[in-house]
C-alpha cells in the first residue's frame, strides 16, 4: 500500500474555512478512498478549540527538546480525528510558538516576528515524529508557507534517514499571506545538520514570501499549482526548474486527479 504524508498549514474544522484549510481536509479524505495509507500534521494555532476538537496529548511521542536559535523548545504532539472522515490529524505544538498565538498574524493584525522560525519548529517536528512512528511515505505533500521549509530539509539534514531516503516531495503553492520579510534570525534557525547557512547565497538577501516559494520549489519533486491566482513570478520559477507540475485547471475529481500525478513520480 503506498503511503503518503500530508504536512498541512491549515485544516477546516480545526481553522476557519478557505481554499487552503478545504484542500487540507479533502485531499487526505479523498486519498484514502483510493486505497492511501496516510498521515496528516498541522500546526496545533492558537485559535484551535482543543476541547471542541477533541484533542489529546500523545505522550509517547511528546516531549522532545529541538533546538530552534540556540534555544529548546518542547515538542508537543496532539491528536484528533476530523468528524465523519477517516483522517487522523497530528497537531505540532509549542507554548512559545503556538499555544498562546494566533496564526500568521497576531490579535492586532501584525505578522508575527518569529513566523520563520515557527516555520523551522514546525517542519522539524514533523519530521522527528514521523521518524518516532517508523513510518515510511512514498510521497510528500507539502502545503502553505508553512511547509515550505520541509522539501529542504527532506534532501538535506534527513536525506539520510530511513523514513525519507526514497520519498518524493510535492510542493502545493498558493497566493501570498505573508506580506512581510522574515526575520534576520530565520536563516540561522533552518541551519541543522546538512542543511548548511550557504544553501541561502542563491536567494534574495530579504527573504520573504516569494523567496520561501522559491526554495520550496528548489528542494521539491513536483509542484501542485493549487489556485488559479498563484504568484507568476513562482509558476516561471517551477517551470524554469523543468519540474513536473499539476496545472489548477486539470485538478478535476480530487482522489483521481492526485493520485494519478502521485503515481507519475513513483
Not at 135 to 154: F, K, R
Not at 200 to 213: A, P, R, V
Amino acid at each position: 500500500m503506498k503511503k503518503v504524508l500530508f504536512i498541512n498549514q491549515e485544516i477546516t474544522p480545526y481553522v476557519p474555512e478557505n481554499e487552503l484549510s478545504l484542500l487540507g481536509k479533502n485531499i487526505p479524505q479523498a486519498i484514502i478512498d483510493k486505497g492511501y495509507e496516510i498521515r496528516t500534521f498541522m500546526p496545533k494555532w492558537g485559535i484551535i478549540n482543543e476541547r471542541r476538537g477533541q484533542l489529546h496529548e500523545v505522550i509517547r511521542l511528546s516531549r522532545m527538546m529541538l533546538i530552534i536559535d540556540e534555544t529548546d523548545h518542547p515538542l508537543i504532539i496532539k491528536v484528533a480525528s476530523i468528524p465523519q472522515t477517516r483522517v487522523q490529524v497530528y497537531f505540532i505544538d509549542n507554548d512559545d510558538y503556538f499555544t498562546k498565538r494566533q496564526m500568521a498574524y497576531d490579535e492586532n493584525g501584525e505578522e508575527y516576528p518569529d513566523n520563520g522560525e515557527r516555520a523551522v519548529f514546525f517542519a522539524r517536528g514533523v519530521l522527528e515524529t514521523v521518524k518516532k512512528l517508523r513510518w515510511v511515505p512514498d510521497i510528500i505533500h507539502c502545503h502553505g508557507w508553512m511547509s515550505a521549509i520541509v522539501p529542504l530539509y527532506i534532501k538535506t539534514a534527513y536525506k539520510d534517514e530511513p523514513s525519507f531516503a526514497n520519498t518524493k516531495v510535492i510542493s502545493s503553492l498558493f497566493p501570498s499571506n505573508l506580506k512581510s520579510e522574515l526575520s534576520e534570525q530565520f536563516k540561522k534557525s533552518v541551519v541543522f545538520r546538512t542543511a548548511k547557512g550557504e544553501l541561502f547565497k542563491n536567494y534574495s538577501e530579504k527573504f520573504d514570501f516569494t523567496e520561501l516559494g522559491k526554495l520550496a520549489i528548489d528542494y521539491s519533486d513536483a509542484i501542485v499549482e493549487a489556485q488559479a491566482d498563484i504568484n507568476p513570478q513562482l509558476m516561471d520559477y517551477a517551470k524554469d526548474k523543468g519540474l513536473p507540475i499539476m496545472k489548477h485547471s486539470s485538478i478535476g475529481d480530487l482522489g483521481e486527479s492526485y493520485m494519478n500525478f502521485y503515481e507519475s513520480l513513483l
